[in-house]
């Protein structure tokens, strides 16, 4: 990726709408709206599943019908109407046997205007990613070299039909139907999303990535992600999203579910950018995701997240720590600009002995928006010597928006040792004024300021993720000041 | 019956004893739909997951007691500061006990609810105060349905309490299971102070549950002290709405020591109306055997340049549980606030619990808010070093469970209270330091 100066943000900051705003005309095989059980078989007919999968999907779509729409989370937004969305969106011209060289072209001018060349990555990055366009996996690179590893790294359709034995003794084992009603809504619909299996002791030679985008106008998406890493193992995984304007609502209900055996070790990067909604706070993704791990001996989970985007994110990547002297870990950056309203946070369940956790979590408002931190820290009877450190701050620039802390804390045993600040806080003035001096002009000085405050998290990305999120911060908060 | 049908169907017999013809008739006729609408909080409402009313409400509870129960003050003495003089409002199963008391209505008034709500010269107080600043839910609005008797303390401007007033609650076992239900009013106007100790005893193994609520207001640069001695037996519950209303320059602190009870829930609510407001939230928590606290505090800036310091520490042993949810709310217009909010708490045993729920909630960008919870053990070293010494760990643990609640009880400004309260924590801990700390 080439270097990113200050000049190409002056360009970009020149041009205020969302920068991934535009469309791609491909035509679609979509279906009709509604939700029924006749939709789901057809989801399933058409992705020639297997007979469990179909009653498992049904099954949920049961238990998510008996389900009401959680309330509790700081956000408010009109409810989405689950009988105008339509449920199944796959580029047409799909082909199961697909190449780099079969995908339309249409398509992949489009990525290139992301920034996501696949002949660029492949080239120079390193980086294997399968790209998902509304729901469906259209290309996959790099599967060779992970093959000679007895990595698998495809598409979750594809997993089901190749290795079904693996997809159905993991999925739903972390993120359970019954979980909440999106993590339900989930399982009966989802169309796609990746599944990566990472054997005894290999450790991953790249970092694995998939791209997220919702392209085609009134199509949900529905993500499933199932990451397995044997003993022994270590994989690091990249997820970024990037979403065009659309007027109407967006939903996108994922679920992602870790699985670290004994001894493994998973870090799972995000970088979430979906459509914020404009100015006037119209429009935008409903971003509801379900993400979690668990850990076995010895293992550890380590969640990065960078969240811009959406105009209603709650998402709380948790983990839990099962097996003794796991490690669970939680950094995130949250930006809310405008109107967009975040309730984000993470879970800790310890119920190893000797288990650690860290939480880092830096919120930054802006505009309007109100950014919320929710979190759970449990400490189980049987969980001796847990560790857990949490540090939430905030950064709210301008009097119209808002930052939250609720963090919950629940200890059960004497030997657990927690520790929990929150800090609130703006960009001091004297801090702006020394920038000023030293002939950096205020807007470039937020920018610089942020950084830092962010720096513990964005440390935590992957090289080339880190240099995208820097970017991501400036061109979100950007417009916030004055 | 349930406890819910037989307090909403008892209310006619209880408006008959009291004077309808009074202003306060309306409201306790609207307080007791309201609570029929509301009922009794549950696990399931957010502000009450931790704490279950479940078993207490389970009791048949007499709503009036129908024996009169004398004490001698020889046999209760040790419930009051007696070494420090004070003004005195007793009650023995929530009914006035005038040979343990004593009031004054020189200056100031220190008297009694019953009197201000009936009485025409408080009628002008009551008028403005009475339930202005509880904010009702299904505890307060059963209070306020209820409210007959209680303590009422009114300060005119420029007047400060010659000395402390002492609040004390005794349920004697009249009845096999008491519902008391005592009303407060403190008005501090402009430019006055006042100290109030409050203390709930119950004095059998009989069941008691109380449903208290406190209106506190303090005028411009008032000053208001509450000390709250939560000191009772296994057998007792107490609910403690506060509502405390501040306004310019007002300093108000409650400070609250935790010792016992079935359940003890503190709902403290502080509201500042006006600048350069201080408000202080005190707590030490020490528990032992089954018992449950729980602190839930909200203090809400509506006004720039206002302050507010929380400071809760808890030592949890056997199997006690202990549960901390506070909240601050910044208004947008409340900058260049300062807020802060700490809670330390240590476990002892392995069937104690901590539920810690620090909350902010800020919309105000220019401000200073922060807070802090830790769960953690006594310092293995430090106790090491004191063994070292010659000081026997029983007493080593003491001292360090002592220098951990230092803080808060420096905060104390009464000596002899201050010296009741260590009293009070060493027989606790089960030691004797020997000297005074």
Redesign the interface.
């Known amino acids: 990726m080439s270097k990113y100066t200050e000049d190409d943000l002056k360009k970009e900051l020149e041009t205020k709408e969302y920068e991934y705003g535009f469309y791609t005309d491909i035509e679609s095989d979509t279906f009709p709206v509604g939700l029924n059980e006749d939709v789901i078989r057809a989801i399933s007919a058409k992705k020639n599943e297997p007979e469990w999968l179909t009653e498992w999907r049904l099954d949920a779509f049961k238990i998510w019908s008996e389900m009401e729409e959680p309330e ?1 989370a700081n956000v408010n937004y009109d409810k989405p109407d689950f009988q105008a969305i339509s449920y199944y969106s796959a580029p047409k011209k799909a082909d199961p046997n697909k190449t780099l060289d079969d995908v339309d072209p249409e398509l992949l001018a489009t990525f290139e205007k992301l920034g996501i060349s696949l002949d660029e990555q492949k080239k120079l990055s390193g980086v294997a990613v399968d790209v998902v366009v509304d729901s469906v996996s259209v290309a996959t690179t790099f599967k060779k070299t992970l093959a000679e590893k007895g990595i698998i790294f495809c598409s979750i359709s594809e997993a089901v039909k190749d290795y079904p034995e693996l997809v159905k003794k993991y999925i739903g084992s972390v993120v359970p139907k019954t979980d909440n009603f999106y993590a339900a809504l989930n399982s009966a619909v989802f169309t796609d999303g990746s599944f990566c299996y990472i054997p005894k002791g290999v450790r991953c030679p790249m970092e694995l990535s998939t791209y997220f985008r919702i392209n085609q106008s009134g199509t949900g998406q529905f993500e499933r992600t199932l990451v397995v890493a044997d003993e022994s193992s270590y994989v690091s995984y990249l997820e970024g999203c990037t979403a065009p304007s659309r007027d109407e609502n967006q939903l996108h209900a994922a679920v992602v579910e870790l699985i670290a055996m004994d001894d493994a070790e998973i870090k799972y990067s995000t970088v979430q950018n979906w459509f914020p909604g404009n100015a006037e706070g119209k429009g935008g993704v409903f971003n509801f995701v379900t993400k979690r791990g668990i850990c076995e001996n010895n293992a550890k989970i380590s969640w990065t997240q960078v969240e811009t985007g959406s105009a209603v994110t709650w998402k709380y990547p948790s983990c839990i720590l099962k097996g003794n002297n796991s490690v669970g870990e939680f950094y995130s950056i949250a930006v809310t600009n405008n109107y967009q309203q975040a309730d984000t946070g993470t879970k800790m369940i310890h119920l190893g002995k000797n288990t650690k956790s860290t939480i880092i979590s830096k919120g930054i408002s802006a505009g309007k928006s109100q950014n919320s931190y929710r979190g759970l820290v449990q ?1 189980s ?1 049987r969980a001796t010597n847990a560790r857990n450190f949490s540090q939430c701050d ?1 950064l ?31 960009i001091g003035e004297d801090q702006i004024f020394y920038c000023n001096q030293r002939g950096i002009d205020t807007e470039k000085a937020i920018a610089l300021i942020v950084n830092g405050f962010s720096k513990e998290v964005l440390n935590k990305l992957p090289m080339e993720f880190a240099v995208e999120a820097q970017k991501l911060l400036e061109i979100s908060l950007e417009g916030s000041v004055g | 019956m349930e406890l819910k049908e037989k307090l909403v169907s008892s209310f006619l017999a209880f408006e008959s004893t009291v004077d309808t013809k009074s202003t306060v008739h309306d409201i306790r006729t609207k307080a007791i739909k309201d609570f029929e609408a509301f009922g009794f909080p549950t696990k399931k409402v ?1 502000a009450w997951k931790y704490t279950s009313l479940k078993n207490v409400l389970k009791n048949d509870f007499a709503l009036f007691s129908k024996n009169e129960v004398a004490i001698e003050y020889k046999d209760v003495k040790k419930y009051f500061v007696h070494d420090l003089d004070t003004y005195k409002i007793v009650f023995i199963d929530g009914v006035y006990s005038s040979h343990l008391s004593s009031t004054t209505h020189d200056k100031f008034d220190v008297c009694l609810m019953s009197s201000a709500l009936t009485q025409n010269r408080f009628k002008a107080v009551i008028d403005v105060y009475f339930n202005k600043v509880a904010k009702q839910d299904g505890l307060v609005s059963l209070n306020t349905a209820y409210s007959k008797e209680g303590a009422y303390v009114y300060l005119p401007k420029n007047v400060a309490a010659d000395k402390p007033i002492e609040v004390v609650h005794f349920s004697t076992g009249s009845e096999t299971a008491m519902l008391l239900q005592p009303r407060n009013l403190i008005v501090v106007e402009d430019n006055s102070e006042v100290t109030i100790i409050e203390r709930h005893q119950s004095l059998s193994k009989n069941k008691t549950f109380t449903n208290s609520v406190t209106e506190i207001y303090a005028g411009k640069n008032a000053h208001v002290d509450y000390y709250k001695i939560q000191n009772d037996t296994t057998n007792a519950s107490l609910i403690d709405n506060t509502f405390t209303e501040q306004h310019d320059h007002s300093v108000a602190s409650v400070h609250t020591f935790a010792f016992g009870g079935e359940i003890t829930r503190n709902n403290l609510n502080f509201t500042q109306k006006g600048q350069g407001i201080d408000s202080i939230l005190n707590g030490v928590t020490i528990l032992e055997g089954k018992t449950h606290v729980d602190h839930n505090t909200l203090v809400e800036h509506t006004e720039p340049n206002c302050e507010s310091h929380q400071d809760y520490k808890g030592i949890f042993d056997e199997k006690s549980v202990g549960v901390f949810n506070g909240k601050i709310i910044v208004d ?1 217009i409340a ?1 260049k606030t300062n807020a802060f909010q700490s809670n330390n ?1 240590v ?31 006594l310092d293995e070293s430090a106790l090491f070093y004191l063994k070292t010494r010659g000081i026997p760990e029983k007493e080593g643990k003491a001292l360090l469970m002592y220098a951990f609640a230092n803080n808060v009880l420096d905060s104390v400004k009464i000596p002899q209270l201050k010296n009741r309260i260590n009293a009070l924590i060493a027989e606790k801990l089960g030691v004797s330091i020997g000297f005074d700390l």
Request: charged content about 20%; overall charge negative.
């Open positions: 509790w400490i009877p905030s709210l620039m301008g009097n119209e928006c808002g930052a939250h802390t609720f963090p919950y804390i629940e200890a059960k045993n004497k030997t657990a040792q927690i520790e929990h600040e929150a800090t609130t806080s703006k | 957010e947008q900058q708490n476990l002892l045993s392995d069937k104690a619990t901590v539920n810690s729920k620090p909350q902010l909630e800020i919309f105000a960008d220019d401000v200073k808010c922060s807070h802090g919870c830790t769960i953690g053990q």
